[in-house]
Structures are given as C-alpha cells and as structure tokens.
C-alpha cells in the first residue's frame, strides 16, 4: 500500500471515528442534558408561578374573593399549572402562552389563538413527546374518561378526555378551533360549542410527520381553598 493510500485511509478512519463522537453527543445531549435543562425549567416556572399565586391571596380570616384570573396572557409567561393523573402522581407541568420552541422548552404551549382556560371554546395545549423532558412520553396510553386537571391558583378545573388519541397530519388546524372540526370529521366527540380542552404532541415518538390529540370537556370546578380534587389526593 502506497503511502498516499494509508495517508487517505488514515485520515477517513480519523473523520469517521471524529463524525461517530459527534453522534454520541449529540444522542447524549438530545435525551439527557435537554432532559436535565427542561426539569430545571419546569419546576422554576412552577415555583415562579406559586409564588405569585401565594402574594395574591387573601391574609387568612380575610373575607376578600381572590382577584379574578386575567384572560390575557402574556406571550412566553406561565399562568397554569396542569397535571394528567394517568402520568402519575409526581407528574406536573407548567402550562405558558404561545408554542414557539424556546416556550416549549419550559413547560406546555397553549396555542395563542384558542380560547382561555375554563371558558366557552376551546383551550388548545401543545407539549413534546420526547426531549426536553418527556412530558408527553406516555401520550398514546390515554383514554376516554381519563381526568386532566389544571389550575391557575384560584380555581381547580377538571377536564374529562373523551376519545383516544387521534392521528393526524400538522396541517390539520381544525383540531384547535373553538368546535374542533379536524380533517376527518368523525373522530371528534364534540358536534355543537362547549368548555374544551385539546391537547396535541409529535407523532410517532421521535418524529413529527404527524400529531396526535386528544379531547376533553370541563367536568367540574372548585376553588382552590376546596383543596385538591379527589383525583391528586393522596
């Protein structure tokens, strides 16, 4: 073998080798460190969250009603917390205005354009299904009857999911309006205006050539001095 042969076989050897760390990097970068960052960003936005609620309620014995919840939200701010039961006890998520990848990062995306949280409409939530923490890893495992509560430290609502997770196309916006009307009509639950919930994430887990969501309707409310609802008692 000619020098210039072992020179070349060499310097390929070295940038496959050089191209194969820069793989395992990236894979450890995408599934760990931006796992480490996102719970880091969660549960600041959580804290940040509680800790505004807890300087606007009332002194205890005060019979003032807690100030009413801003229907505007602010672009890139946390304003609900959401928890998902089936995810399990420990499962959490801050829940901020708009669905820009640097919001998605954080926590839940609520879809700017949809309606507010308990109100007539449809309350439309974006989140990842893998990376940056997973909070929608078990997404496919929900189901009809399945509770999804959220609160915006006033008021404790809870969301009853009516169909399994459907699959769709990205282009499919109908799924967010205020009656969803996705592409294929018959899978919605819902025909006529009501108090919805949409949740949507990446299909298949580590793609995005699809979404699925899911529905739900508001079962029940209850003001945070009532506790938690029975499904986050322990």
């Known amino acids: 073998m000619s020098i210039s042969v072992r020179v070349l076989v060499r310097t390929f050897s070295e940038l496959c080798v050089t191209i194969g760390a820069l793989i395992v990097l990236f894979v450890v970068h995408l599934l760990f460190w931006t796992g480490i960052e996102a719970d880091s960003a969660t549960a600041g936005e959580i804290g940040r969250l509680r800790a505004d609620w807890a300087a606007k309620a009332p002194e205890p014995g005060s019979t003032s009603a807690p100030a009413s919840t801003a229907t505007a939200y602010e672009p890139g701010e946390p304003f609900a917390v959401m ?30 354009s949809t309606g507010v949280l308990g109100a007539t409409g449809n309350f439309a939530v974006a989140g990842h299904r893998r990376t940056h923490g997973d ?99 322990s």
């Not at 820009?100 to 700017?112: D, I, M």
């Not at 929608?136 to 959220?150: C, H, M, N, Q």
């Open 83 to 112: 928890y998902i039961p089936r995810f399990g006890e420990e499962w959490d998520r801050p829940v901020l205005q708009g669905t820009e990848p640097g919001v998605l990062k954080k926590g839940l995306g609520h879809y700017a």
């Open 135 to 233: 909070p929608f890893k078990d997404f496919p495992e929900l189901r009809p009857g399945d509770e999804v509560v959220l609160t915006d430290g006033t008021t404790w609502f809870t969301y009853r999911i009516a169909n399994r997770p459907h699959r769709t196309v990205p282009g499919d916006i109908g799924v967010i309006e205020p009656v969803p009307r996705p592409l294929r009509r018959e899978a919605t639950p819902f025909d006529e205006p009501g108090r919805y919930l949409t949740l949507t994430t990446c299909e298949p887990e580590w793609g995005s050539s699809h979404r699925l969501v899911v529905w739900a309707h508001l079962d029940a409310t209850h003001p945070v001095t009532d506790g938690k609802p029975p499904a986050l008692r």
